[in-house]
């Protein structure tokens, strides 16, 4: 199930993702990446985050968050625990983020892939983004697609 996040319960699980599952791939200095820490409970604040576990009382085993900004729906993190990986859960968080963001107006959306997750870059292709250009500042592939074809 998805359900909006409850941050006394979810956030210790969602900070433990972005440890095992995101930060590997960056290639952001450790200075970078502790900033980033440091700034996660505000970042979570601003935006919607949504969670899939197994019931609606159960820890999650993936999240997503994200940002409207006018037209444009910004995927800001999206984590699946390793365990649950293939299993569909960031496919329907992803559609439930491109659904909330088409209900609000929005007709694009855009995500920030690190070099080399591959993995990543995979499977936002497969759900059709498709790839703008490569950020050498951040050695990360801006992706976008289009959200008015759904």
């Not at 200075?31 to 601003?46: H, W």
Request: charged share 25%; proline share 3%; hydrophobic share 35%.
């Amino acid at each position: 199930m998805i359900r909006y996040r409850r941050p006394k319960q979810d956030d210790p699980v969602i900070y433990a993702l972005i440890e095992k599952e995101l930060v590997p791939h960056s290639h952001l200095s450790d200075k970078e990446i502790e900033n980033i820490r440091r700034d996660l409970p505000a970042r979570l604040k601003n935006g919607v985050t949504l969670v899939a576990a197994s019931n609606y009382e159960s820890d999650p085993h993936a999240f997503i968050h994200f940002m409207i900004h006018g037209e444009l729906l910004y995927i800001d993190m999206i984590a699946v625990d390793q365990k649950y990986q293939h299993k569909r859960y960031g496919k329907s968080l992803m559609a439930k983020a491109e659904n909330f963001a088409v209900s609000r107006g929005c007709s694009r959306s855009k995500v920030m892939v690190d070099a080399g997750n591959t993995h990543a870059h995979l499977f936002y292709s497969k759900l059709g983004y498709h790839t703008l250009r490569f950020v050498a500042q951040t050695q990360c592939y801006e992706m976008e697609k289009s959200l008015l074809s759904r």
